[in-house]
């Protein structure tokens, strides 16, 4: 179940014509027919409005003859049922994988207990009972049965339920990994975990009504589209309705029906179909990345972002630093440091640390072990050092220069400077210089590497011709800072980054009007995530951090903001392309509609059917491309347009030119293909 | 609202009176200093009396003078109702007037050669229009050599003697100032 | 066609892009309060004139107020021409004695002139007196054309300022533009006319007989300095009926071009103007290119029907281009000329009788107006419809792009597209509903001058016209209670219904900040910005009013050449 599960996640791991999704869909669009439904899209409410009327007028002439061509009515009237149908299977469909998962995830959901701890005591309550503040416990192999925070003890997590990943994480008091999710299961050991959530309001909660799309509401920049496509139809209806009395005094008078044919054949019910679908589809494209956007206008702002906040760990170098040279101080041989070196980190444990006995075992011969009685001296923020202090009285020190020299200093030793232009030339490279000293005497200066993730300077290079700056935020000191920020490609760096000086950042660039995009994960990053116009918080951090930011990663990976920001982008191009294909697309068809109408009162006019339609078929052939283009675009829609990271101008041609002057040429061939058809059928 | 109302009233009263009436004032004071002769009409004279405007256009009927274009102001040239026919390109009226118009000019001028010019059988833009294509004041030559019992060769150096070219080499049309012509031709006369 | 047709409409061109700078950088200058070399003479007169108005020049205005302002203007302006009108016989300088304008005859003329449509139902030499004229047409030729200036330059201050409430001041904006800019210009250029040979007397009209003794008025009045104003303020009313086909308005080929020039002048400049202040001076210049491209596909068509000549009367053995109600002096190609830059601008002034044009040179004239007139336009009118339009192409091409849609660093936003739309909305409106409501009424159609499409044309023409407040008309048709009634509503709800939403846009943008440019910004004076900016123009702006002229001129042109008349 749970690997199902995680490839169900994974990006177009369910194919769009998965017939289960498909089926939903067809139905869906039957019952999207609803005019309260229809409503909200004025564009595709005026089609389905001209085809109940049109749909009046073929009952009208089968009982009332005499009036107009049954035949041409229903055909009419079909097609414009069919456009509205296919406008709204767009739609389901994009609803479609959303609506399987939010299913998947309300199973995950359904009872639930918990062991409310309550005057120390627990009782069983139904998980719909707890409320914000109540305290229980969770034992190996039960279900979280909330969001909260842990308040004792630690566990292993599986959080696949909610990320898809099935390797279990450690969730424990205090720090930044101590939010757990509800529906997660506690795997090993047992918490106490203080909710953090109201029933109804939990991540689980909010979740499913996402990708259901329950409170999908249009999105700043939808709205305005929606305005203009309003405006456009506003327009060509009055354009079409005032055509009326002018054929009348042209005694060229019109159906209704051939009216209502050429009003939606002008309206741009291409984008005004697809609209929504291509919102959703934007979401769901979120989503399939294991991230969780609050609403739409986060994904869309992530398309506008001009600069990009990145932490140097975890995005730009990996997490931890490599030891990569011992220099060593005059008179001291290489042998001598590499042992002072291995015997002081070999019981430090972390990463830093294992490093410098790797690269010291290079220059030692044979099997070395502590001396019993040695002391291990663990780092701490106040001594800058860690070492060991042996058993026959010697100590060893290594750590920051400065901390190293002062203790040198206190041991009686002297200390004249040397390797400090070692110290320096490290820190501008952008390593972290260490000094090794043994006795009061300075051995070596040690130099930690930060290792660059693979592909950053590519990754950056791209943002930039997209047009977006990155800022690397690091605590390191400016030197180090600006030697990795330059080998990372990253335009600019937040160096002995804090809270705050991060906010006054952030603050400095809204002002001079920049979108600020950024990722966190600890309590202190909340208010800059809050403040941030995209803020990305890791699932693994705590609750604070996840409720300021507007998108959560599911899977923790800080290096997923860039994709987000294309998805974003592919968003809008999407609705641009679409827009510009919709209203070039009506070239064509007036060239179809028009002289068909007047051909009769003006037999003159038939040197405008440059298609060389068939008079009788084709205003039903333009309505038909009309009403296929859209499901013909359903793909596009929920794909999105292709996007490659370049400059404005250049995607702005390419774009202009597909859909531009494609959607000026292509409905030329479609709708005399579809005539044609007709035509071959007999169906005119 | 009130107060822009004010100011609104402030601003026509004194604007009117620089605008309206001294602006207008001052041009006609330095326009008769300057160019008297246009600023009063570009009025001609003929044996000392005032005969017509070099700008604006007369009708002629009678075969010894240059006739004009066709005319709609009033009941032709008529400066105080000035105007063209207004009628389409598709119009019956327009097409059976042009017609008319081709049979009388030719019946007027038998002896004419080359096509028929058309500008002598359109109405002009004002109706007052005063000049003609070169090609219709040679069209009529024959007509007036004969009324007026001179030689062709003679009018049509008259003529020539009256085209105006293109302004600068390339504005406008050559053309034929209508007046201009026929009072040259009565000079020519005595 | 011939090459001195071309020739004379490449000089034209040529002498309008190179006045654009040198006018568009003093204009510039003029509204952003600097010293110009006219403060001199001219600086003593604004500061005597602020006073005598009480005008406090320092104050500046919010959108609101500065629309207020115009429509407080405006209402004094219609009464004081309407109550002119109908007792211009008490008053003086009427030598021709003619009597008091009927009440709707009035109300036609006054709206007219305000929202600088002069839009025509009567004949000037045979219905306004020479007060009339000068203190009542003129001179809102002069202030209607300021109105459009000092609108489009608050429209250009929005777009220019960052995180503003105010757009500048409206009577300020008002005196310099007509102090500084069309005052002096109108000195100048009257004085030419005047050498070229209009008019410019108080006398009545003199009554000649003529070497056959043919009876005639020669017609006359203060018309050169109403003339230029007429032409540089792009009002277009005439001085006469005939209009500038009357060799009394525009007695020579040179005049002509200096009639197109003064057209063209103040609207080409403030593409420069827009440049300079929004500080992007290639801004200006794509604008400037876009409207070339359109001017230049204007004249080309119109010039080619003209040209071509009618093949009905071809078949009565005349030969040549169509004469019929043109000008000898202008020829076809002249004709051509002004007739496309009369309606790419909102002038409407015309040399030769529209009407009489062929199908398709007449369909120049009326896609220019149904476009909206943003071929330099009418002054300051032409700019800020044509900033609709970017608004629009922006939003566009901002979603192909992949951003919010901004321009120059302004964020195009819901608030924005429902002004823009607003704004784009009242052509179709004006300009095909009440074409339709007269079409199928008999006071609608009882004026008509011609039958068959080209009736209809010349109704869709008329509305199109006063729309656009442009006062060309096909003007076979004539002026009854209904249509004086229609066409005065139509001409004011095309100026205010337009400027009013603009303004509100420009007060929009001038609140909101600056983003600043990046890559990923398109750049909006890039060829492929104003290709799409004139794909947006022709197809949304054209693509409105096809099936209706699809009706009107596309249709004749298809009956002309089958042999059809009506």
Known sequence: MISQRRIERRPQSRSLLDTAI??????????????????????????????????????????????????????????????????????????????AQAEFMRRTKTETTARRVVDGKEEVVSAAALRRGDVVRVNAGELVPGDGDVIEGAASVD?????????????????????????????????????????????????????????????????????????????????????????????????????????????????????????????????????????????????????????????????????????????????????????????????????????AQTSISGEVAIPAGSTFVPFSAYTRMSGLDLAGGGAIRKGAPDAVRAWVRERGGEDSGELSKDVERIARSGGTPLLLARDGRVLAAIHLKDILKPNTKERFDRLRAMGIRTVMITGDNPLTANAIAREAGVDDFLAEATPETKMALIKREQVSGRLVAMTGDGTNDAPALAQADVGVAMNSGTQAAKEAANMIDLDSDPTKLIEIVEIGKQLLMTRGALTTFSIANDVAKYFAILPAMFVIAYPAMDVLNVMRLNPHSAILSAVIFNALIIVALIPLALKGVAYRPRGADAVLRDNVLVYGVGGIILPFIGIKMIDMLLAAFHLT | MKKHLVTAALFTVFSVIALGIVYPLVMTGISMLVFPAQANGSLVTANGKVVGSRIIGQQWTKPQYFHGRLSAAGKGYDPTSTGGTNLAPTSKKLIDATKAAVVALKKENPDARGPVPMDLVTSSASGIDPDISVEAAYYQVPRIAKARGLSSAAVYTLVDHHVQGRTLGFLGEPRVNVLELNLSLDAARS | MNTYGWVQAAVFFGLVALLAKPVGLYMSGVFQGERTFLAPVFGPIERGFYRLCRIDPDVEMSWVEYVMAVLAFGVVGLIYLYVLLRTQAWLPFNPQHFPNLSADNAWNASVSFLTNTNWQFYSGESTMSYFTQMAGLAWHNFVSAATGIAVAIAVVRGIARTDKKTLGNFWVDLTRATLYVLVPISLVGALVLVWQGVPQNFHAYHDVASLEGFKQSITGGPMASQEIIKELGTNGGGFVNANSASPNENPTPLSNLIEMLAIFLIGAGLTYTYGRMVR???????????????????????????????PLVHQLAVAGGNLEGKE????????????????????????????????????????????GEIVFGGVGTGLYGMIVFVVLTVFIAGLMVGRTPEYLGKKIERREMQLAILAALVLPVLALIPSAVSVLLKAGTATLGNNGAHGFSEILYMFASTTENNGSAFAGIGGNLYLNLVTGAVMLLGRYGFLIPIMALAGSLA????????????????????????????????LTFVPADALGPIVEQLQLQQGKVF
């Open chain 1, 22 to 99: 498909l089926w939903r869909a067809t139905l869906d669009s039957f019952v999207k027919l609803d005019p309260r439904v229809q409503m909200r899209n004025p564009v595709m409410f005026v089609v389905e409005v001209g085809a109940a009327a049109v749909t009046g007028f073929f009952f009208r002439d089968i009982f009332t003859p005499g009036h107009g061509s049954a035949g041409f009515d229903f055909a009419i009237a079909a097609w414009l049922w069919f456009t509205v149908v296919f406008a709204n299977f767009a739609e389901a469909m994009a609803e479609g994988r959303g609506k």
């Open chain 1, 159 to 359: 959080e696949s339920a909610i990320t898809g990943e099935s390797a279990p994480v450690i969730r424990a008091a205090g720090g930044d990994r101590s939010a757990v999710t509800g529906g997660t299961r506690v795997l090993s050991d047992s918490i106490l975990i203080r909710i953090t959530s109201n029933p109804g309001e939990t991540f689980l909660d909010r979740m499913i009504a996402l990708v259901e799309g329950a409170q999908r509401q249009k999105t700043p920049n939808e709205i305005a589209l929606a305005i203009l496509l309003a405006g456009l139809t506003i327009i060509f209806v009055i354009a079409v309705a005032t055509l009326a009395p002018f054929s009348i005094y042209a005694g060229a008078h019109q159906s209704v029906t051939v009216l209502i044919a050429l009003l939606v054949c002008l309206i741009p019910t291409t984008i005004g179909g697809l609209l929504s679908a291509i919102g959703i589809a934007g979401m769901d494209r979120v989503m399939q990345r294991n991230v969780l956007a609050a609403s739409g206008r986060a994904v869309e702002a992530a398309g506008d972002v001009d600069t990009l906040l990145l932490d140097k760990t975890g995005t730009i170098t990996l997490g931890n630093r490599q030891a990569s040279e011992f220099v060593a101080a005059p008179g001291v041989t290489v042998e001598e440091l590499s042992l002072a070196a291995y015997l002081s980190s070999l019981p430090d444990e972390t990463p830093e640390g294992q490093s410098i006995v790797t690269l």
């Open chain 3, 280 to 310: 992007d001076q290639r801004q200006g210049w794509a604008l400037f290119a876009a409207m070339s491209v359109l001017f230049v596909g204007g004249f080309a068509a119109s010039y080619a029907a003209e040209a071509a000549g009618n």
């Open chain 3, 328 to 371: 000898q002096r202008f020829g076809v190609a002249a004709s051509a000329l002004f007739a496309t830059v009369t309606t790419d601008t909102s002038c409407g002034a015309v040399n030769a009788m529209h009407d009489s044009f062929m199908p398709l040179g007449g369909l120049v004239p009326l896609a220019n107006m149904q476009l």
């Open chain 3, 511 to 542: 609140g909101k900040k600056s983003v600043p440019e990046t890559l990923g910004t398109f750049k909006t004076h890039s060829p492929i910005f104003v290709f799409l900016l004139l794909g947006v123009i022709v197809i949304v702006g054209l």
